[in-house]
């Protein structure tokens, strides 16, 4: 019944992006920056050994493709979009590009189960490869995450894992920024938002993780 559950969300999806394109689910992702809006979180960048070089604490968060770096040619025909992240941190402003980025509103915060040092101690505490550290992770934590049906594995872009969240309900949605995901975590207990650019990500049943 779990399955058939979370199989019907995903069509739901799927159908909403083919048969609505830029009415239903645009509006769900405009609705959630909304919501962001008027949500404090967190903003990190991560290196390329999966390790946090920047941080910073936004009372709110807004984002979009800075237009300014778009790239034309001769003729004033627009070729390339730009690569670059406009990010509004409460009443701040800063730009980025190139790092694996993620925004993750205090309301996630609890469905956490690893950040990047946790999961860069459990390579060294897991001798066995043949074991996938998420695998090994939900071993020491899923007590602590009775009844959860959901899993997200982040990683960067090198693949080093970087983040794991656990929720009843985790559902993907596109956003106007190239290479990113917005998603909403949902349960009884809370509900958060998980924004990723620049990265890999696998969201999975924890009946699979054994």
Not at 43 to 60: H, I, K, L, P, W
Not at 133 to 142: A, E, G, M, P, T
Not at 182 to 188: A, E, N, R, V
Request: net charge neutral; hydrophobic share 40%.
């Amino acid at each position: 019944m779990r399955y058939t559950r979370n199989l019907v969300v995903s069509i739901s999806l799927i159908v909403c992006m083919v048969l609505t394109g830029a009415s239903a689910c645009e509006k769900a992702i405009d609705d959630i920056m909304r919501v962001l809006g008027n949500t404090p979180g967190t903003f990190y960048n991560y290196g390329s050994d999966g390790q946090v070089v920047f941080e910073a604490r936004c009372a709110s968060l807004a984002f979009a493709r800075d237009t300014e770096y778009d790239r034309y040619n001769a003729d004033g025909k627009k070729i390339e979009d730009s690569s670059v992240i406009k990010v509004s941190c409460g009443n701040s402003l800063f730009s980025t590009v190139g790092f694996t980025s993620v925004y993750i509103t205090d309301g996630a915060k609890d469905n956490l189960m690893a950040n990047s040092q946790q999961f860069a101690n459990l390579r060294i505490k897991n001798n066995d490869r043949s074991v996938p550290l998420i695998n090994f992770l939900w071993r020491d934590v899923k007590n602590l995450f009775t009844g959860t049906a959901r899993v997200a594995q982040i990683c960067d872009q090198n693949n080093n894992p970087i983040l794991a969240f656990a929720s009843t309900h985790v559902t993907p949605y596109a956003t106007d920024v190239d290479k990113s995901t917005m998603f909403k975590l949902d349960d009884k207990k809370n509900s958060g938002y998980v924004w990723i650019s620049r990265g890999s990500y696998i969201v999975l049943d924890t009946a699979l993780l054994g």
